[in-house]
């Protein structure tokens, strides 16, 4: 019934992981989001991916370039904002830098990979990933982007059967936040999983999930080229 970014504490105490809520922020009406990252004074940063639930006609403009978003900003002193210069088609998934200074937004049906000051709202650099979806921090401290590498069609056809498993096919792609060059480190299709969303290393092993289906799947860390 509305659009909120929802705070919750994790409680490991217990026996059984409980989540305690601790609090919500209300989106502008007029607020379709997609993703979201916190700042250690409290404020939120994240992205709108359509100003109202998409129409068909809609989604059609957002192929073909239109601006259906955004990238905004809440703190408590002065609450919601824009940050100017971020409409964009599909604004999707983003991540902060650990020195707060910067956040890394994949604008969609860009294909870019914007890198955003947000003490100034500049955008100082862009890199070209195709249909980038969410990122996630590698450990060797470059961000990881989920690609959609194959024709949209291909993600639009999974849509169609949201409890099965898509094979659409996907890469992994690498970014130095401070060149902004990227890499190729890993790509897949077909079973058991395509379609993915975010590449998440954790020890000795990539989680992977999907934006369709019944799974995540998780891959050798050393399947990845990661020098």
């Given at each position: 019934s509305r659009e909120s970014i929802e705070l919750f504490e994790v409680d490991l105490q217990e026996k059984d992981i409980r989540l305690n809520w601790r609090g919500c922020v209300l989106a502008a009406h007029d607020t379709i989001m997609n993703d979201v990252v916190g700042l250690s004074n409290g404020d939120l940063i994240f992205t709108r991916m359509f100003r109202s639930e998409p129409s068909v006609a809609e989604r059609a403009l957002s192929i073909l370039g239109f601006d259906t978003g955004d990238v905004w900003r809440w703190g408590k002193t002065n609450g919601l904002r824009i940050l100017s210069g971020t409409d964009a088609s599909e604004p999707n998934g983003?991540?902060?830098?650990?020195?707060?200074?910067?956040?890394?937004?994949?604008?969609?049906?860009?294909?870019?990979?914007?890198?955003?000051?947000?003490?100034?709202?500049?955008?100082?650099?862009?890199?070209?990933?195709?249909?980038?979806?969410?990122?996630?921090?590698?450990?060797?401290?470059?961000?990881?982007?989920?690609?959609?590498?194959?024709?949209?069609?291909?993600?639009?056809?999974?849509?169609?059967?949201?409890?099965?498993?898509?094979?659409?096919?996907?890469?992994?792609?690498?970014?130095?936040?401070?060149?902004?060059?990227?890499?190729?480190?890993?790509?897949?299709?077909?079973?058991p999983m395509g379609a993915a969303t975010v590449a998440v290393a954790q020890s000795d092993r990539v989680y992977i999930g999907s934006f369709v289906g019944d799974r995540m799947v998780s891959v050798p860390i050393s399947e990845f080229i990661t020098q």
């Open positions: 983003l991540e902060i830098a650990p020195n707060e200074k910067y956040i890394y937004v994949n604008m969609y049906f860009e294909s870019e990979v914007w890198k955003i000051n947000i003490d100034t709202d500049q955008v100082i650099a862009k890199a070209k990933v195709a249909y980038p979806d969410n990122s996630a921090w590698a450990q060797d401290g470059t961000l990881w982007i989920a690609s959609h590498s194959g024709p949209i069609w291909e993600q639009a056809k999974c849509l169609q059967t949201q409890s099965q498993p898509c094979g659409a096919p996907f890469q992994i792609i690498s970014l130095d936040p401070e060149t902004m060059e990227t890499k190729l480190i890993y790509s897949h299709k077909g079973p």
